[in-house]
């Protein structure tokens, strides 16, 4: 396959691979099945999503991506090569280039990791460009012109809050908290109140199906599967989404809070700007129901969903990657 240019979204819960001119082709989980008897990747994506929280011991399935940064180098690089091999086959005549998002708070020993890891599965050069402008260039905000805009990226393992003007980023804060501490936050909650242990694929079908970040006058309800604590046996339980909404109060707080930290920074004539224009808010996280109301309620300021809100990181991979002369001064970091 003639590839010689592909842009990574190395998520922490979903890895996307978009090839120019084809589009997004590779949109799969982040999780790799390992072998412990052998140390041996067994399955990568879909497949090893499929086993998490129902190996045996011989077996681990894991998230190498923590936090939106490596937390295992070794898993990560092999994860790499089996997208890096799927979109351009085992057998090629070139090297891609590659173009990866990472979170805006990464340190340069991490942003290092991840171009060793794209270089070491097989690619000719890595370039490595922070999460919140490519999610910026993928929502369709003017990134170069001279005024401010606001993005808030939340993604599985991290929420980017950054505003962006003439190309670069004037302020920027990384927050810990994301999708998958939804989910934990989901586990936790019916543990502390109905003694019920869930797994992780559950407790993130329940933020998906009536998760909430406002408190709802109509509520929806679902039925829960899991393990009584208590007895040790099977359980169901009835919850409502305004008890989710309950459930992830704290996780919200943290955004909100990391939010008010990024306009404390903020230049005035900026913060101006985006009063006008309000914030575009991206990434799965969202997807959680009500969370734009939620923040332009608390922060005074709108609050809009992009479209297509969990691709935009990638989608903007694809832009820079299509005008990359005119993305390469600005966007850019060094190795």
């Known amino acids: 396959m003639f590839i010689r240019k592909m842009g990574i979204d190395l998520g922490t819960a979903n890895t996307l691979v978009f090839v120019p001119g084809r589009g997004i082709i590779i949109n799969e989980p982040s999780v790799v099945a390992v072998s412990i008897t052998d140390n041996t990747v067994l399955a990568v994506g879909n497949e090893a999503k499929e086993m998490l929280g129902r190996t045996p011991d011989t077996i681990v399935a894991s998230r190498p991506m923590k936090d939106g940064v490596i937390a295992d180098y070794r898993v990560t690089e092999a994860m790499l090569r089996y997208f890096i091999n799927k979109v351009s086959g085992k057998v090629r005549l070139f090297k891609p280039e590659i173009m990866i998002s990472i979170p805006a708070g990464v340190t340069s020993t991490e942003r290092r990791a991840v171009v060793d890891a794209a270089v070491k599965a097989g690619a000719k050069s890595a370039y490595v460009v922070k999460e919140p402008l490519l999610a910026a260039i993928g929502a369709g905000i ?11 990226n939340i993604g599985g393992g991290t929420s980017e809050i950054a505003v962006i003007s003439l190309g670069g980023l004037v302020v920027a804060h990384s927050a810990r908290v994301g999708g998958n501490k939804f989910d934990q936050a989901i586990s936790d909650y019916l543990k502390r109140k109905y003694g019920l242990a869930i797994g992780e694929r559950t407790a993130e ?3 998906i199906e009536i998760g909430s970040a406002i408190a709802q006058v109509k509520e929806d309800f679902m039925e829960v599967k899991g393990r009584d604590l208590m007895g040790g046996l099977p359980k169901t339980i009835r919850i409502s989404s305004n008890e989710v909404t309950e459930g992830l109060q704290d996780e919200l707080r943290e955004v909100i809070n990391a939010i008010k930290k990024v306009f404390n920074e903020t230049p005035p004539e900026l913060a101006a700007d985006i009063m006008d224009k309000g914030m575009v808010l991206s990434g799965g996280g969202a997807l959680l129901r009500n969370l734009d109301q939620l923040i332009t309620k608390t922060i005074g ?25 005119l993305y390469k001064k600005t966007i ?3 190795k």
């Open 301 to 325: 300021v709108p609050c809009y969903v992009a479209d297509d809100p969990l691709f935009c990181v990638i989608k903007g991979t694809g832009i820079s990657l299509d005008n990359l002369d």
């Open 142 to 152: 003017p990134i170069h012109s001279a005024q401010g805009n606001m993005i808030i």
């Open 205 to 207: 079908e329940i933020k």
């Open 332 to 334: 850019m970091l060094a």
